[in-house]
C-alpha cells in the first residue's frame, strides 16, 4: 500500500450465538477491533465462565467500594473474603 491508497475496509464486530454462545470469526482478512488478538476464541468454556464471573462482581459489587476507599483512604477487608468465595 503506497502512502496515496486509501485505507483498507474494517470488518464488523464478531457476532455471538445466542444458542452454542461461541464467537462467529469475520471474514478471514478482517480486523477485529473489539478483539485484536482472537482471545474469545483461544478460551474454553470454564476461563468464560471465570472471566464473566469476574467482570460481573466487579462491575456490580467491587466498583463503587473501591472508589469510596480510594477516596477515604480505607480498604475494606470483607472485598478478600468475597473474591476468594468466587475462587479469584
Avoid at 64 to 81: A, K, L, N, W
Amino acid at each position: 500500500m503506497t502512502p496515496g491508497d486509501a485505507a483498507p475496509a474494517v470488518a464488523a464486530k464478531p457476532t455471538r450465538s445466542a444458542a452454542s454462545g461461541t464467537t462467529k470469526r469475520p471474514a478471514k482478512d478482517a480486523f477485529v477491533w473489539s478483539d485484536a488478538l482472537l482471545l474469545e476464541e483461544q478460551l474454553s468454556e470454564d476461563e468464560r465462565l471465570v472471566r464473566d464471573t469476574a467482570r460481573s462482581y466487579a462491575q456490580d459489587k467491587l466498583m463503587s467500594r473501591v472508589q469510596h476507599g480510594f477516596r477515604h483512604e480505607h480498604f475494606d477487608r470483607e472485598i478478600m473474603t468475597e473474591m476468594g468465595e468466587l475462587g479469584l
